[in-house]
């Protein structure tokens, strides 16, 4: 077993918070381990958990789309959330359940270690911004800016964005994420 792998294995099996019951599959993640970019969401949604996989629902149609237009590929990426399990009825996840199952996504950024790391949603910021010694503010003023930051013994360029999923239900949201994709962009070209 590799590293990532120990990891998948441990999340499959994991009851360390309540929302494994509820849970068809958790959802470790996936993607390339030698990732320059890493994007960490929120929890997986309905689809996620019936398929096992992040991001396959809708926002993860947008987030392939969004990708896709500034030249990127899902395989050249890995993809994952702040909580491998879907929370009841796609509620917010609970700070203990956020503290319960960070650990498993500090392990995989670390074996990763990748340039960029983008939050989508404010759940993921509100993780990855404070561990790297910043303030989190709303999502609307912090996303779209690049914190140089060092991480779990890393550095790092950490770029906050809008939940793909706030983007279905708002064009301006569509507009912003857009936007800071092309900044993703526009950084992973300044720092290769």
Not at 40 to 58: H, S, T, W
Not at 174 to 189: G, I, S, T, V, W
Request: aromatic fraction near 10%.
């Amino acid at each position: 077993l590799d590293a990532m792998e120990a990891v998948e294995v441990e999340v499959k099996a994991c009851r360390k918070c309540e929302l494994w019951r509820g849970r068809k599959n958790a959802v470790p993640g996936e993607g390339n381990l030698d990732a320059t970019v890493m994007f960490i969401g929120e929890a997986p949604g309905y689809r996620e958990d019936v398929k096992g996989q992040p991001f396959v629902g809708a926002a993860g149609k947008l987030l392939d789309e969004m990708l896709s237009r500034v030249g990127f590929s899902r395989d050249e990426v890995y993809i994952t959330n702040v909580v491998k399990c879907r929370p009841p009825e796609n509620r917010d996840p609970l700070p203990s359940e956020i503290e319960t199952c960070t650990p498993y996504l500090d392990r995989q950024i670390r074996i990763i270690e990748p340039k960029f790391i983008v939050t989508l949603g404010k759940h993921a910021a509100s993780y990855i911004l404070p561990k790297a010694g910043f303030e989190t503010g709303s999502i609307t003023e912090i996303h779209g800016r690049v914190y140089e930051a060092n991480l779990l013994g890393f550095k790092v360029f950490i770029i906050p964005m809008y939940h793909p999923a706030a983007a279905l239900y708002n064009a301006k949201y569509k507009d912003e994420l857009n936007r800071d994709f092309q900044l993703l962009r526009l950084e992973f070209e300044r720092r290769r």
